[in-house]
């Protein structure tokens, strides 16, 4: 069987695989919105509605790579403060610059004659942007995705981070505990699923809903990302693809019995961790343009702002009055979308993300010092 240790030679290829998946989760999730920019685009949209299983894999990717950097992590007080610092100062930078800069992007949109305004100013509120601040909207509905476009899977990523290392820590325990884990919240997942049918709730909630966006839903996803990282390093990487697949293929058939398209926003989070860790495999055999781990690298930035590009896009196409068709436009929207905002992350990755991850780095190393501080060094770009 081949080896997948990261302790291999071959380290370096194994951190590109990682800024791969995460360049095509951000190329998912930016074909996701431009195809919902598009409404008439039939036959773009048959594919981009599927765009929206980037987020999983950022997911996924994010677990994966939280246990390459802290599979050693003890749990005790300083350690535990160190984590929170390195991650406070790799998200909250960006986040926080969005959160001004959509306030005035809503702003100055919102008064542009026949343009779709991009966010509501009436939805910067007090409470709401204060929960964002603190980062837990995605225990505050109101504020959980109404003040950065896509702002709630921050929240959710946020709220994993802080069950982090007490799950690593159930996992130096035993690996059991990580599949009682997902078994409990599986068994919740279904007893839901079945109390809803029984009591005429059938298909409450949706895939733009709170239920939807909430950690609860989407924790599923994170184990499986934790599950890859252990398999992966003990050579039994195709154990957990059979897992996983079985997994998948008994939450497809309960989706099924429970009413089809009506919970498939309870399924998808699951089954979309199943098709990223399969995914993971293919990508981690193949050779990739350099370009394609530039963009994984700034993948974060580009998940932040390209919102404001797609709007660009969609507003100089309307001015132009050029009728190109709708999946025509789409993709030509996607190719402006995608280059635009790879080259302005590239600035706000090299003045706003690495100098602060930096100083998060250096304030936690003075807290918490050991073999942690050396893995993140290597990955200093995770999300």
Not at 337 to 346: D, H, I, M, R, Y
């Given at each position: 069987m081949e080896n997948y240790s990261f302790s291999s030679a071959d380290r370096s290829h194994k951190l590109q695989f990682i800024d791969n998946l995460r360049a095509l989760a951000i190329l998912l999730v930016i074909f996701h919105h431009?195809?919902?920019?598009?409404?008439?685009?039939?036959?773009?949209?048959?594919?981009?509605k599927w765009g929206k299983l980037g987020?999983?894999?950022?997911?996924?990717?994010?677990?994966?790579?939280?246990?390459?950097?802290?599979s050693k992590l003890p749990l005790n007080r300083k350690a535990a403060v160190a984590f929170y610092i390195k991650r406070l100062f790799r998200i909250a930078p960006m986040y926080y610059l969005a959160i001004i800069g959509y306030y005035y992007v809503a702003k100055i949109t919102s008064n542009i004659a026949g343009a779709k305004s991009l966010g509501d100013i009436v939805s910067y509120t007090k409470w709401n942007v204060l929960s964002n601040v603190l980062f837990l909207h995605g225990l505050y509905p109101p504020g959980n995705n109404s003040i950065v476009p896509g702002g709630w899977s921050i929240g959710c990523e946020m709220l994993f981070y802080l069950l982090f290392p007490f799950l690593m820590h159930l996992t130096r325990i035993s690996k059991g505990y990580l599949l009682a884990i997902q078994a409990v919240f599986c068994f919740v997942l279904y007893a839901f699923?079945?109390?809803?049918?029984?009591?005429g709730h059938q298909g409450v909630g949706g895939e733009s809903s709170f239920a939807y966006y909430f950690l609860g839903n989407q924790m599923p996803t994170f184990?499986?990302?934790?599950?890859?990282?252990?398999?992966?390093?003990?050579?039994?990487?195709?154990?957990?693809?059979?897992?996983?697949?079985?997994?998948?293929?008994?939450?497809?058939?309960?989706?099924?019995?429970?009413?089809?398209?009506?919970?498939?926003?309870v399924i998808l989070p699951p089954v979309a961790g199943v098709l990223s860790c399969l995914l993971a495999k293919l990508v981690s055999k193949i050779h990739i343009n350099k370009i394609f781990t530039s963009i994984g690298q700034v993948s974060y930035s580009m998940y932040i702002f390209h919102f404001v590009f797609v709007w660009t896009a969609i507003e100089l196409l309307r001015r132009s009055g050029l009728n190109w068709g709708a999946n025509l436009s789409a993709i030509v929207t996607?190719?402006?979308?995608?280059?635009?905002?790879?080259?302005?992350?590239?600035?706000?990755?090299?003045?706003i993300e690495v100098p602060f991850v930096k100083i998060g780095r250096n304030l936690a190393n003075g807290i918490y010092s050991g073999k942690i501080r050396q893995r993140e060094m290597e990955i200093s770009g995770s999300k």
């Open positions: 431009v195809g919902e920019a598009f409404p008439d685009a039939d036959y773009l949209r048959i594919i981009s987020v999983q894999l950022f997911f996924v990717m994010s677990a994966f790579t939280l246990c390459y950097t802290g699923l079945l109390a809803a049918k029984l009591n184990l499986l990302g934790i599950a890859l990282f252990f398999f992966w390093r003990s050579n039994k990487f195709y154990n957990v693809l059979l897992f996983a697949s079985v997994a998948g293929v008994i939450a497809i058939a309960l989706f099924i019995y429970f009413g089809s398209s009506a919970w498939v926003w996607f190719c402006f979308v995608v280059v635009s905002s790879f080259l302005f992350s590239k600035i706000t990755y090299k003045l």
